[in-house]
């Protein structure tokens, strides 16, 4: 299981995992590995590192500033850059700031992608790392209740299961975040209640058309 420590930039997610191995991970491929930047960034490890670092302790003036650095070096938006930036294990900035709960920080990365396409946006918040979890799963992970509730509200999806099939709610439940498995759960429950209001809505509008269509050929009937 991941050790959430805010003084290490890599996680061991389960214990039976070996980071080091590429086979058998089953993960979420995120479309911005392609559709997404036509010319990936060309930046270095310790690039990359100071990103993921910055998110990781939440130091945001840091991180607002290499961003801003890297972007106009490369001549690409900040967003470009944030979805070119992952650790060895695939893992994001945005991962690093949920993980530890640094709500404002991870408010910060979003916000990258508010002038950025809606596709890419969602890659963003739902790119797995080599374990297939999300910045979601990881906020769940920790009982950033906060966290993730900006990131839902965004629309990070809370159905992405990992290599072990699991979803944000079965971690939160795993490490007895209750308050945050109930959240899960309530979101489920006002999602269900919405597509079964939607179904009926459907439903009546359907019976309205047909009602009228009766009608329009009731007139015609009589007219002729």
């Known amino acids: 299981m991941e050790n959430i420590c805010s003084f290490e930039p ?42 993921v670092y910055f998110a990781r302790v939440g130091e945001d003036a840091d ?12 001549k690409v938006s900040p967003a470009e850059i944030l979805l070119a930036t992952k650790d060895e294990g695939k893992s994001t900035a945005l991962h690093m700031a949920a993980g530890n709960g640094h709500l404002e920080t991870v408010r910060k990365l979003i916000q990258y992608f508010d002038e950025r396409p809606k596709e890419e946006k969602q890659a963003f918040l739902d790119d797995a790392n080599e374990h297939g979890n999300t910045g979601l799963h990881w906020a769940a992970l920790g009982g950033h209740l906060d966290t993730i509730k900006l990131l839902m509200a965004h629309g990070a999806l809370p159905a992405v299961a ?11 439940y795993q490490n007895e975040h209750n308050e945050v498995a109930q959240f899960f759960l309530a979101s489920a429950g006002m999602l269900e209640e ?20 009766g009608a329009e050929e009731e007139n015609e009937a009589s007219a002729s």
């Open 162 to 172: 990992n290599e072990r099939n699991y979803v944000p709610l079965d971690l939160a």
């Open 63 to 74: 991180l607002v500033e290499t961003l801003k650095t890297l972007s106009e070096r490369e």
């Open 10 to 51: 890599m996680w061991n997610e389960f214990e039976a995992d070996d980071p080091q191995k590429d086979n058998a991970r089953i993960r979420l491929k995120s479309k911005s590995e392609n559709s997404f930047i036509t010319m990936a960034p060309n930046l270095t490890e310790d690039e990359i590192d100071d990103v």
């Open 194 to 213: 919405k597509n079964q209001e939607s179904g009926l809505n459907g439903a009546v509008e359907s019976v309205k058309l047909e009602d009228g269509e």
